[in-house]
């Protein structure tokens, strides 16, 4: 039987060492069962590795900053799209899924797809808003608040306590243990990621992150559970295992079915000393590390796909639980052509 | 003392926990100890093999078992009694 062929376009292609999941994201398309692919990169920068990596994007193509606006974006998706006919776009960065989410209409009435949460998902799950969203969920979360003013931080030091998370609005996050560190982060987040900063009280434990992806009708599609075993000094896992823990996963469930979730996710959970779970982050989106779950029986990215296409593909069941993913990076030596050509045309 | 069930236990003395992802290497005589809790034996039974097969004294024997039992169920790798 023939496998219908996808044009799919992705983001993320910053294989760096905070990678951006699009290169995993495009190997898990690449494995696919259900269709073939042609791959469309979508690349901010000119030196975003995965534009030059042999088998990843069949052709890559420059695309505007979200604060460019959407109507710059649209324009330019526009423009890619005359020239590949996109079947799907898998936007991969949380600062960018804004406005893929406003343009989802707009694309859907030109034959793009996306699976992508809803406004309403987007918002309440967002940091700023997390301890809401646990009272509501009832799902633990640790208690924190969002700040705009550093006069704030004396406010709120004796509710959290040191030491206290203080995070960025959109990425990074510091372990303060006293007020001049707290106060410097501050200062530090600010100046790259803006207002507000989100200050959350410091869960000791066990790091453990969840990757699935929910259908939109409160079902839970794929869930692969992982433990990071080495992680850089941004918090990234260089190497995980994928675990099987039924609290972690039913926890992800109830997830999923309470929020009604649309596309694909990652919880960030932290294992307390006493064996209790709690909710730290819940990144709208497939992570880098989702190519474990490809690995392990669930092709999370194939099965989103088939989501936005409008088909109903069935829960995975199960996965290999004790393999472990180890990332890697090596050095490609690249014409200066090729660069020059995609600086200068913005496509290559 | 009982092994979880869940535990995965190699013949090299590796022990893996799929439930929290943490892995743990022993040496062969914790390996041996190992595989006897898994076949069921009691703490003397244990102690009884291990002070047969070695040159230990029994004292030192019940010690150093009942420190590991202690290491072994801080990582829970057998189940609280």
């Known amino acids: ?348 | 003392m009982k092994i979880k069930q869940q535990i995965a236990i190699s013949d090299t003395g590796f022990l893996f926990n799929p439930s929290t992802g943490e892995s743990f290497t022993v040496n062969p005589v914790g390996a041996e100890i190992l595989a006897m809790l898994r076949d069921g034996k009691t703490e003397d039974q244990i102690l009884e093999t291990i002070t047969g097969t070695y040159t230990v004294e029994k004292k030192t024997a019940e010690k150093d078992l009942h420190e590991f039992a202690g290491m072994l169920k801080m990582f829970q790798i057998i189940d609280k009694e």
């Not at chain 1, 006069?151 to 306590?161: C, G, I, R, S, V």
């Not at chain 1, 839970?220 to 972690?248: E, F």
């Open chain 1, 1 to 348: 039987m023939s496998r219908p062929r996808y044009t799919i376009a992705v983001t993320g292609l910053n294989a760096i060492d905070s990678p951006g999941p699009g290169v995993a994201v495009i190997r898990g398309l690449r494995e696919a069962k259900a269709f073939d692919v042609r791959i469309v990169g979508l690349a901010y920068e000119s030196l975003e590795p995965g534009v030059y990596m042999p088998g990843i994007a069949d052709r890559t193509y420059l695309i505007p900053y979200p604060s460019a606006g959407t109507e710059a974006l649209m324009e330019r998706l526009e423009a890619i799209h005359r020239e590949e006919k996109l079947d799907v776009i898998i936007p991969n960065f949380d600062a960018e899924l804004y406005s893929f989410m406003k343009l989802e209409q707009n694309l859907a009435g030109m034959g793009v797809h996306m699976f992508l949460p809803t406004f309403t998902q987007f918002e309440e799950r967002h940091k700023v808003n997390l301890p809401d969203f646990g009272k509501k969920y009832g799902i633990n979360v640790p208690a924190g608040v969002a700040i705009t003013d550093p006069a704030e931080l004396f406010k709120h030091q004796k509710e959290l306590d040191f030491p206290m998370m203080v995070k960025g609005k959109w990425y990074d996050a510091y372990i303060a243990y006293n007020m001049e560190q707290a106060r410097n982060y501050y200062n530090k987040i600010t100046a790259k990621w803006g207002l507000p900063v989100i200050l959350q009280q410091f869960v000791h434990g066990t790091e453990y992150n969840v990757t699935g992806l929910g259908d939109g009708d409160g079902n839970t599609i794929a869930a692969v559970a992982m433990r990071k075993q080495y992680i850089t000094d941004k918090g990234k896992a260089w190497a995980g295992i994928s675990i099987d823990d039924r609290q972690l996963l039913d926890l992800t469930r109830h997830f999923v079915s309470s929020t009604r979730w649309r596309g694909g996710f990652e919880l960030e959970m932290m294992k307390s000393n006493d064996g209790r779970y709690f909710l730290m982050e819940i990144n709208p989106r497939i992570p880098a590390w989702v190519y474990l779950a490809v690995g392990v029986g669930q092709n999370i990215p194939e099965a989103l796909t088939l989501l936005a296409m409008g088909e109903k593909p069935a829960p995975f069941g199960h996965y290999d639980v004790g393999k472990l993913f180890i990332r890697y990076s090596w050095d490609m030596i690249v014409d200066r052509n090729d660069f020059e050509n995609f600086s200068v045309t913005g496509s290559l």
